[in-house]
């Protein structure tokens, strides 16, 4: 298989053609390792590159249906047995992992060949993906542009030809962010359709889940098959997951609609979204009206600012934790991390119990307000991003703040950090270019991002749908009739 047909083929193409015998896994993996070398170097999506494990699991007679389909994990909580998970940090490059995540596992019953692991922030706790172990990854489309995070590897290797489909998850918008920046499908599965184990419960007291980014919305429906589902064996899972009566890929062209869709750009956290995002909303919102759906504009069904806040103390305790149980687990000191992580490590021991708990109780609030709102609406479609997909290196800590943090640091003073609006500075900088993907994870609601748009400059830039619990089968089917209306390229020419 040369390089032009494996790039026009999706990956269950791929998987129908190792399966009818036109092509085999070997040459599948050659063809995405020749892509790799040339255009890796580029976009540096990948981190880690598992050569011995790929070779002999080419040679096997795989079955499924990703058969001898090259495919790539994130290099987080995906763990493949033999091999290193690092999740961007120093003090865990080169730690093997022992056993297989259940994912992981599943992806391989359906017949992938891992070749490698994709780049990822530390600990995946930013929008952009890079870290200092790694260095960035690249949009394809613009390599001054991030492809997003914490997926964002993930999303520039497929962006990039390298894999039709690739590994990923989403803590506050980690799927979606990134197959907005780089034209893909992103779905974000429900809460707890996609189980963790065999390690892990429920990450980020719930938020997280793994998926995948592709290029059709069919490899995305194949692919949440293949994840979704109770796991019988763990013994860490805190309850079962509903498992779906049928194939999301059987009834992917069954039509969706009419379906109400209310549509907002409006956000505390942005006041102004950039005219991009404004036109990107509009844009699908005159398609689904040209495919008979009704839409029309709302107000934010919830208080987006709190739920930012919300989110935050989530993440930040989460990361005190992290941080301290990996110093128990390496011995490291501080310089096994990046300061930021450290700085949030330091705003979660600073938040108090109570803070916490409130947090979580306001869920509840969340939930209620966009319980409501689907009880006039199907759908809400929002941007995926504030902006266009930005520069490299622009939410790089400010000098003078990485000054102050490292004394505050040496001198254990951070607890002062709570008393000086810290939080709400990190809100506002963390997710003002990236306030729409949280809500979904906060209230476990499925979401997708659709490559629907492209900025004059030739930019993609995503929409997002946010539907009910189990919404995952009415969200692909809308996907699936938008990519028939109007297609969106593949890649970058």
Known sequence: MDERDYLEHDGLALGGLVAAGEVTAAELLAAARSRARAVNPRVNAICTWLDDHADERAAQELTGPFAGVPFLLKDLHQDLAGTPTSDGNRALAGRVA?????????????????????????????????????GPARNPWDPDRTPGGSSGGAAAAVAAGIVPVAAASDGGGSIRIPAACTGLVGLKPGRGLVPHGPAESEPLNGLATHGVVSRTVRDTAAM??????????????????????????????????PLRIGFTTRCALREHPHPEAVRAVEHAAGLLTGLGHHVEEVDPPHDDRQLGRDFLVV??????????????????????????????????????????????????????????????????????????????????????????????????????????????QVVERNLRWVPYTQLANVTGRPAISLPLHRTPDGLPLGVQFLARLRGEELLLRLARQLELAAPWPGRPD
């Open 224 to 257: 949440l098959d293949v994840l979704a589902g109770p796991e019988a064996v763990s013994p860490y899972a805190p309850y079962a997951p509903y498992a779906p009566d049928r194939s999301f890929l059987d009834r992917l062209d069954e039509a969706p609609g």
């Open 315 to 424: 993440w930040f305790v989460h990361q005190a934790i992290e941080v301290a149980r990996i110093k128990r687990l390496t011995g490291a000191g501080d310089g096994g991390f990046e300061q930021d992580t450290l700085l949030m490590a330091a705003l979660g021991r600073a938040l108090g119990a109570v803070e916490l708990q409130a947090a979580q109780e306001r869920r509840r609030d969340h939930i209620g307000a966009v319980a409501a709102f689907h009880e006039r609406y199907d759908l809400l479609l929002t941007p995926t991003l504030g902006e266009p997909p930005i520069r490299v290196g622009s939410l790089a800590t400010p000098a003078p703040l990485r000054a102050l943090a490292a004394g505050l640091l040496r001198t254990r003073a951070t607890g002062v950090l709570r008393h000086v609006g810290m939080v709400d």
């Open 98 to 134: 022992t056993r297989t995540s259940t994912v992981v596992r599943r992806w391989l019953d359906a017949g992938v060949v891992v070749f490698g692991k994709t780049n990822t922030p530390e600990f995946g706790s930013k929008g952009v993906t890079e870290p200092e172990l790694f």
